[in-house]
């Protein structure tokens, strides 16, 4: 007999993310949103009284310890996210951590092995690959639809006025542009191509020596991926797989992908779907999507949320099944993504 049963989530947070979570929750199979934990119990009842039959609690250990939840949901700042997840594990609460699982490679090493000798599931949220637009381009890719892949490239960024006080120029904040923005790319080009070769890159400091902006380059047997991000710019925002038989494009904005399409030439691809968000390239692609152009195969997909209503099923399932992780998106890639964050930050920056 199959295992049917609701996972109750409690969310650590009361942020914009942690909203987008709850909202979206609704539109997740097998799952349901029952409690809130905040630094204050007045932010945890206001934020529980927007969401219905949910419970708010002042601290992440009363919420562990009431009997409410089988699961537990980081939407902190990424600076906590380590302390917050050894809590959770400790406690023996399955958690799905916002990406990125930490602020740095060490601290998602220790919860890695706590996770592993507690038997307690961990997976950090990295829901673009949970889209069904991501799901139906990498199974296109295996089935051959554009041949043997030869290059990926992808660019995730967008202006942030500098402010050394924001978090994302806050190094002790778990800011700069690659652990925020630079970790979809990274993880998404190992989902589509597997472990690289060789990673290498390069980073340009902020005056607050956060990273602004980097570029890295994997590896392959007989292909590579092109990475970029940054902080400083707003960038094109769009994943390019190339292939000897043709090219699928996600995005803009890829991360969020609600389709793709599969063209026969990288020239027409560029063409038809540029990347970026100046008004004259959304025009172009606005009007060129909707002419059917020979050769071009467009796949679209509908969201009933804005695309976390995935990940919280997959990870749901995952824990309904007593699993320690989810097999789609393993501790392991995970950590291997930070390493190569850290391969290039401990690199000196280029200032150029």
Known sequence: ???????????????????????????????????????????????????GDVTGFGSLSEMLASGRIDAAYIATPNSVHHAQALACIAAGMPVLVEKPLTANLEAALEIEAAARQAGVFVMEAMWSRYLPAMQAARKAIRDGAIGTVRRLEADLAWKVDYNPSHRLFNKAQG??????????????????????????????????????????????????????????????????????????????????????????????????QPGGSAAPTRLRRKLLGLLPLPGVKRHAFALKGSGL???????????????????????????????MIDTVLTAPPRRN
Not at 8 to 35: E, K, V, Y
Request: glycine share 12%; hydrophobic share 40%; net charge negative.
């Open 309 to 339: 209503e995935f990940e919280i099923e997959a990870a749901s399932n995952a824990i309904r099944q007593g699993l320690t992780e989810e097999p789609d998106n393993p501790l392991d890639e995970t950590i291997a993504n930070l390493r």
């Open 1 to 51: 007999m199959s295992d049917t049963r609701n996972i109750r989530w409690g969310i650590i947070g009361a942020g914009g993310i942690a909203r987008q979570f709850a909202s979206d929750i609704r539109h997740a199979q097998g799952a349901s949103l029952t409690a809130v934990a905040t630094r204050g119990p007045a932010k945890a009842q206001a934020f529980a009284g927007d969401q």
């Open 175 to 272: 800011g700069g542009a690659l652990y925020d923005l630079g970790v979809y790319p990274i993880s998404l080009a190992r989902w589509f191509l597997g472990e690289p070769q060789e990673v290498s890159g390069v980073w340009r400091p902020a005056p607050s020596g956060v990273d602004m902006s980097a570029e890295l380059t994997l590896q392959y047997h007989a292909a590579e991926a092109r990475i970029s991000c940054g902080i400083d710019r707003d960038g094109d925002n769009r994943m390019i797989i190339e292939g000897d038989k043709g090219v699928i494009v996600l995005g803009p904005l890829f991360i969020k992908a609600t389709g793709f399409a599969i063209y026969p030439s990288r020239a027409i691809a560029d063409w038809a």
